[in-house]
């Protein structure tokens, strides 16, 4: 039966987080003052190209950065409560509170392990009982996946499970302790187009059901048009808009967030053609002044604003959603219905 969940709480909040890592080159900041909210029992999607510090975010938020990289300002709140990041805090909530799908499955599993003994080393990090009953937990959790017969393919080894069997454990591995907040970071990659939809539709079950929070990592518009409420843009590790899904794919601002949504194939266009755009995402390693977005904006032109100053993400109407742009007052858009969008 599935939880009832209040959601108009708040479970995770990252207020004006920015990470560091430090390189041989020196440091480098893929998180810049990012702030995000998780409700609890809705599904939020985090959209950008790659290298707009989607990932980067979540894994500051569970302390799960590589090598030299270290969470340098901002709050991570969980249920209320601030996180200390240089304690054990993430670590305690990691997995038991907050789980995480990553992107590749295959290279997420250990090969050496029957998928029984990696689920259940998860259960027994946290809770304290017997490889028995952890066992007994890891094939109840498979078939809340959709494994069949679990019992038995709990012993199996991950070669011997097809991709889309191997993202299911992937997600039993996530949802073995029930957490709050499921983060997916592009939960199908490499899966053809059937198997994508069937893990899609999996998690939006899984939500319900469990009553959990989703985080959908994704550069899929589809994907955000189907299964999202709340919707976050990212570019050069920077929000520059958020708000309800109806607002980022029906009636955006942000001259980034319009880029990508036109940029979307629509077989029921007119124009065939793709709309591309212009340029490529700036290394981390070098970020221009301003406006991240500015080399490849065609609002910016040679508005010396646009080159000289970061732009906050402000709200311009009570219900409007949030957007980092300097000439927002003038973009403000006529709503265009865009059904169907990466149908």
């Known amino acids: 039966m599935p939880v009832h969940v209040e959601t108009s709480g708040v479970v995770l909040e990252l207020r004006n987080l920015r990470s560091r890592i430090d390189t041989q080159r020196g440091p480098v900041f893929p998180v810049n003052d990012v702030t995000l909210e998780c409700h609890r029992g809705r599904t939020l999607a985090v959209v950008g190209e790659s290298g707009s510090g989607k990932s980067m975010t979540f894994l500051s938020a569970l302390g799960l950065l590589p090598a030299g ?150 550069h899929d518009l589809g994907v955000v048009a189907r299964y999202a409420e709340e919707v976050a843009v990212m570019y050069s590790g920077r929000v520059v808009e958020r708000g309800t899904v109806e607002q980022i794919l029906q009636s955006s601002i942000h001259p980034y967030t319009r880029a990508l949504r036109d940029s979307t194939p629509r077989p029921d266009a007119d124009d065939a053609g793709l709309r591309a755009i212009p340029g490529q995402p700036p290394s981390i390693r ?31 109407a009570p219900d409007g959603q949030l957007t980092a742009c300097h000439h927002a007052e003038e973009l403000l858009p006529v709503p265009v219905v865009r059904e169907g969008v990466g149908a």
């Open 69 to 218: 990289g270290v969470v340098e300002s901002g709050e991570i709140v969980f249920e209320g409560r601030t996180l200390d990041t240089t304690t054990t805090d993430q670590r305690r909530l990691r997995g038991k509170s907050i789980g995480m799908i990553f992107q590749d499955a295959l290279a997420g599993l250990n090969p050496a392990f029957t998928i029984g003994q990696q689920i259940g080393d998860v259960i027994r990090h946290h809770d304290k009982v017997s490889r028995k009953a952890a066992r007994a937990q890891a094939v109840e959790t498979l078939g809340l996946v959709g494994i069949p017969e679990p019992a038995q393919r709990v012993d199996y080894y991950p070669h011997q499970l097809s991709g889309g069997m191997r993202q299911r454990v992937m997600i039993a591995m996530g949802i073995a302790l029930r957490p709050q907040v499921l983060v997916a970071d592009e939960p199908t990659t490499a899966l053809d187009v059937t198997v994508q939809a069937q893990i899609m539709e999996l998690l939006d079950r899984l939500r319900t059901e469990l009553g959990m929070s989703l985080v959908i990592i994704t």
């Open 286 to 316: 070098s970020l221009p002044n301003g406006c991240s977005f500015h080399p490849r904006c065609a609002v910016a032109r040679d508005r010396a604003v646009c080159f000289e100053t970061v732009p906050p993400l402000r709200r311009l």
